[in-house]
């Protein structure tokens, strides 16, 4: 009986490594994508890929810190 209890618990357990898996992967893919369009829009600009984005909007007029 105790050893169907501990199945039960480690079933448990599995179920939520798989989920917390499948949101990482979500957010994984996610990030790839918003840096890709960021790429994107910095060569948009003209600019190196290397630059920091604060220090690039800074060449722009009507940019405010925020």
């Known amino acids: 009986m ?17 989920a917390i898996e499948a949101v990482s992967e979500k957010v ?3 990030r790839r994508g918003i840096e ?7 060569v948009m ?3 190196k890929l ?6 690039l909007a800074k060449k722009f007029k ?4 925020q």
Do not use: F, H, T
């Open 2 to 18: 105790k050893k169907i209890k501990i199945l039960k618990k480690l079933l448990k357990l599995e179920n939520k490594l798989n």
């Open 28 to 30: 994984y893919a996610a």
């Open 36 to 42: 890709a369009k960021k790429k994107e829009l910095v």
């Open 45 to 47: 600009l003209g600019s």
């Open 50 to 55: 290397g630059k920091s984005i604060k220090k």
């Open 62 to 65: 009507g940019y405010e810190d």
